[in-house]
């Protein structure tokens, strides 16, 4: 089979696979265009790129409303008078009072942008890990994770933290035959100190067998998530 190309669809593609194409079939992995329902992704390294001209695409506190600096993550938002923008809910101002803030309509997306405007997603809101007052985006953290040879999947998560209210925990499954797991916990953890902000490094490694998807490929991280918040009141 000859492949000149291929486009992803439904979520990020996690870093890695990107590789795989390439070397597999001699293609390139398109980025494809962006928007809310995720009908295409991206991938997580790169920009989205920029807003499609009449459209006004930022990034902005979701509390406040307003707009953050480069650089400052939070949530990737379409203004309200762009030709895609649903008008309302029907009959339903709660929904709208949860999906917008002001002029802007939330995509459910985390990101940021950076001097030129161009947007980098950092994952799904409802993946977001919030430790000691940081938003910490799991798309970054994947990828440095699957730069170690021997993780050929991985999955970052938040779990209760007493201390910082959540923590980062990776979960890998491995190449088989190459796991010596002590030592593995701790180079992941050196691997991504190493690249990130020290607060984005993961406190814990889990490995495991597998990582759940669905039938789509995407990472199941409700279902990781579900085990380590059963009997407790909140899901930060």
Known sequence: ?????????GDAVQAGND?????????FVLDGTWDSTSSESMLVIDPLGKAYPGH???VIDPESGKELKSGEIGDIAIRRDSPVVMKEYWKNPEAMADKFRGEWMLT??????????YLFFEGRSDDVIKSAGYRIGPAEVEASIMEHKSVASCAVIGVPDDE???SVLALISVTPGEADEPAMEREVIDLCREQLAHYKAPRHVKIVEEIPRSLAGKIL???LRAPYWEGLDRRI
């Open 164 to 166: 910082f209210g959540e």
């Open 1 to 9: 089979m000859n492949a000149h190309g291929a486009a992803a669809g």
């Open 19 to 27: 590789r795989h194409v390439d070397r597999g079939h001699g293609a």
């Open 221 to 223: 991280k409700a279902q």
């Open 56 to 58: 006004l695409v930022t």
């Open 108 to 117: 459910g997306d985390l990101g940021y942008k950076d001097d030129e405007n």
